[in-house]
């Protein structure tokens, strides 16, 4: 069937934001499409980074992965750094990147303009080349590549460089080979993938949740404790308005509490406005304690027994890497093949 792939930053803490808005609709898309989580451990190293924190990071992303619901039997979980075809790929594509593409992107502008250029390694300014085999040797078998608001630019640049081979080595002389009418990649197209609930700061109804934001206090962790969850929801910014309603633009931080109680319920506006319409903050608070905390249970039952288990994980690792490497390995050949170097 069709494949498709979603590139995880090794970052080993998710809030309620992340999975609501996201990572669950990523995850449903495994019943349509055969589905390659991986986590991007290559691409961490491209700011400074803890070397005494990377594996742990992702382990842990990865587990947490599988506790949410990627389901195995359909969906596949590897690591980055294990299918050495990414990297591979990835000298073979830069040959035929013009700098100038690169020195393009807004990210690599923004990101080295903050760090200065002697402390920017040249891996930031290639990184998208290698976002681009990620994509690529998947989308070789795929049409589709789902990707957030913020890769627009390097899935654009993955779409120019697909053409740039195919019109390089995918010529006369590659259907000579007997290759697939003349194209080596399949030009990917964006999917977006469908949004969830946008679920706003705790501490501020106007921002978003988010993981870089200072404080610990305006997100909730899917790997927060009950204290921890509890406190939180105590503390966080309320209003002194009679009653609890959604929409009303006086009331963001109403509005979202609302919102993520509904979500984590599962159950429609209706039923919410119904229930919480005559409540106030201090009957309220303690309901949506428990919902968000009965919500992540399972996730956090889950995530603990993988975690116990020392050979689960590495094994569903060592699965995914293979099956990986079985679909690189025939992307990467063909590329070989088209570029005419000799092959063993
Ligand atoms: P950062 O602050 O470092 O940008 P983040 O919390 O925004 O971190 P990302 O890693 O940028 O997290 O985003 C991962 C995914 O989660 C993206 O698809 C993003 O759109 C989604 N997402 C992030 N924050 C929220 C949120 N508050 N509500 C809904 N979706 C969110
Ligand atoms: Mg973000």
Redesign the pocket.
């Known amino acids: 069937g069709e494949k498709n792939s979603f590139g995880v ?1 090794p ?1 080993g803490s998710i ?1 309620l ?2 999975y ?4 669950k609709n990523w995850i449903d898309l495994q019943n349509t499409y055969e589905t390659l989580f991986f986590i991007v451990d290559l691409h961490a190293i491209t700011l400074p980074y803890d070397t005494q924190q990377l594996s742990k990071a992702t382990k842990d992303t990865a587990a947490l992965y599988l506790a949410c619901g990627v389901d195995t039997s359909k969906a596949s979980v590897f690591v980055q750094s294990h299918v050495r075809a990414h990297v591979e790929l990835m000298w073979l594509l830069s040959s035929a990147t013009p700098i100038g593409w690169l020195n393009r992107m807004i990210q690599f502008k923004e990101k080295s303009r903050k760090a200065g250029d002697e402390n920017v390694g040249v891996a930031l300014l290639t990184y998208p080349v290698l976002m681009a085999s990620d994509i690529l040797f998947i989308s070789m078998q795929s049409d589709f590549v789902p990707v ?3 890769q627009k630019q390097h899935l654009e640049l993955t779409r120019e460089l697909a053409e740039r081979v195919n019109y390089l080595y995918g010529g006369r002389k590659w259907k000579k080979l007997g290759g697939r009418g003349g194209a080596i990649f399949k030009v990917p197209e964006p999917l977006i ?1 469908p ?6 700061s705790l501490t501020d109804g106007l921002s ?6 200072p404080s610990d206090q305006s997100r909730i962790n899917l790997l927060d404790s009950k204290d921890v969850i509890s406190n939180k929801i105590k503390r966080c910014k309320t209003d002194s308005f009679p009653g609890l309603e959604f929409d009303n633009p006086e009331r963001p931080e109403c509005n979202n509490l609302l919102s993520i109680y509904q979500l984590v319920t599962s159950k429609t506006k209706q039923e919410v406005v119904e229930e919480c319409l005559d409540m106030n903050w201090g009957t309220f608070k303690p309901l949506l304690t428990d919902a968000v905390i009965d919500h992540l249970h399972p996730i956090q039952v889950r995530y603990a027994e993988i975690m116990s288990d020392t050979t689960y994980l590495d094994n569903i690792l060592a699965e995914g890497a293979s099956k990986a490497t079985s679909i690189a390995d025939v992307t990467l050949n063909n590329v070989y093949q088209a570029m005419g170097f000799l092959r063993r």
């Not at 609501?20 to 990572?23: E, K, N, Q, T």
């Not at 949004?195 to 706003?200: D, K, Y």
């Not at 978003?208 to 934001?213: D, T």
């Open positions: 930053q970052t809030h934001g992340n609501l808005g996201a990572i957030g608001e913020d993938p949004t969830g609930a946008r679920v706003m978003k949740m988010s993981k870089s934001a």
